[in-house]
């Protein structure tokens, strides 16, 4: 078939002998190829697609091929590569996905030089050691380097990559600081710092005024449980403050910002400044892992946030804190804390719709008003005992939305079993 143009192969895992391929193919899909090398015979003159993902390729081809039209290349979970093609060859490459090729150490350095390029996913290649030292991508869009363990270094940027819109660096555990000319990249939406070695948050973000999402959790990886004796990402160092808690202030000019991640960053109920109020457009909030008293009142003034987490914050209480001001939170997460109890308070957040008060294993009693919100995850609430009051115990049970697996005492107390046999019509 010498003049084919499109090929799809579906479940074909026994042609490891393959040798011809037509030279006329614009489209190459073939998901779990089994071929370690495309046949030596093919020339990819004409190809747009080649889409490869959880093949066994190690490499596509042994030497240089034109690849002059070549647009997209997916070899997700490929993962035996070892080596890229030399990319100077195909300069109207736009999107090249190698996610999740563990054994690739580099990729060819011609790559930094792809102007076409918008998007580059690099997601978990756990062994990729280097990029090239620079990067002039000036279309690139979107940079995924998270998961990828063994980078110790960010690439310089060469010109202004003034597309670039998402760079990822979650669990880039050995990446200790970005360039500084990255603050040239003025169009930046999403930032994902999580889980590196970068010690305090670049400065440059607060330039960023188009930012909507922010992750800066801080490191739980494995290259930091080896070494206990490290302090946390933002803990005091040596009578510093925390440089957290120093960055958050000015990120009330970030009136773009919608999610913000802190996870794990040593901040305590201090930290949260006035203003952060002036994060505006914030309705996605993270403070999960720090050390919070109760809810930080200034917090009470972000009206838009929709989602708020304080799980396994050693809270004891949510005090009395004014909390109406939170009009439009839906999700409020307080899971893995140390209360005895929930305050009435709580009635005040009148759109409610899920509360997650999962693993607060002092958790003794619930109040009435947890009858009225849509979903309710009390598991392995150990000490909870009692729910509501007696009149509206069966009609919390009975529904549907409350998960509370492993509250043992809760339901010897509303006789469960009985309940159970009800339900199942067991006489």
């Known amino acids: 078939m010498k003049k084919l143009r499109l090929l799809k192969v579906l479940c074909l895992s026994n042609c490891d002998d ?229 960055m958050l202030p000015l990120l009330s000019g970030l009136s773009s910002l919608r999610r913000l991640n802190l996870r794990d960053c040593n901040l305590c109920e201090g930290d949260i400044p006035r203003d952060i109020s002036g994060l505006s457009s914030l309705t996605h909030l993270d403070l999960s892992g720090n050390n919070f008293i109760s809810i930080p009142a200034s917090l009470t003034r972000l009206s838009k946030l929709d989602f708020l987490d304080f799980s396994n914050c050693n809270m004891c209480t949510l005090g009395e804190t004014d909390i109406h001001g939170l009009s439009s939170l839906r999700y409020l997460y307080l899971k893995g804390n140390n209360f005895i109890t929930i305050p009435l308070a709580l009635t005040q957040l009148r759109m409610l719709n899920l509360l997650g008060l999962s693993n607060c294993i002092e958790l003794t009693s619930l109040p009435e008003l947890l009858t009225s919100i849509a979903e309710v995850r009390i598991d392995g609430c150990a000490s909870l005992e009692v729910v509501a009051s007696p009149s509206n115990v069966r009609n919390l049970v009975d529904a549907a939305s409350v998960k509370a697996i492993n509250c043992f005492k809760l339901a010897e107390n509303i006789h469960a079993l009985t309940l159970l046999k009800k339900h199942l019509k067991v006489d």
Request: with cysteine; aromatic share 8%.
């Open 18 to 246: 393959l040798k011809y391929l037509s030279n006329e193919l614009r489209l190459l899909d073939w998901e779990v190829c089994p071929l370690r090398y495309l046949p030596s015979s093919f020339q990819p003159d004409n190809l747009v697609a080649l889409l490869l993902p959880y093949s066994h390729i190690e490499q596509l081809w042994k030497g240089n091929r034109p690849l002059y039209k070549l647009k997209m290349i997916d070899l997700k979970g490929s993962q035996n590569l070892i080596k890229t093609p030399d990319f100077t060859t195909a300069p109207k490459l736009e999107a090249l996905i190698m996610e999740g090729c563990t054994r690739l150490v580099d990729v060819h350095s011609s790559i930094g030089v792809l102007k076409m390029l918008k998007l580059l996913n690099l997601r978990d290649c756990k062994s990729l050691r280097n990029l090239p030292t620079r990067i002039g991508m000036e279309s690139l869009e979107t940079l995924i380097l998270s998961g990828c363990s063994s980078l110790v270094r960010f690439p310089e940027i060469d010109g202004r990559m003034e597309h670039l819109k998402t760079l990822n660096l979650s669990n880039c555990y050995k990446i200790k600081y970005l360039p500084v000319n990255l603050q040239q990249v003025e169009f930046l939406e999403e930032l994902d710092l999580s889980e590196t070695s970068i010690t305090e948050p670049p400065s440059f973000i607060f330039q960023l005024k188009n930012l909507k999402i922010l992750s800066f959790n801080g490191r739980k990886g494995p290259s930091y449980k080896s070494r206990p004796n490290l302090p946390s990402l933002f803990k005091v160092i040596q009578g510093r403050t925390n440089p957290m808690a120093r």
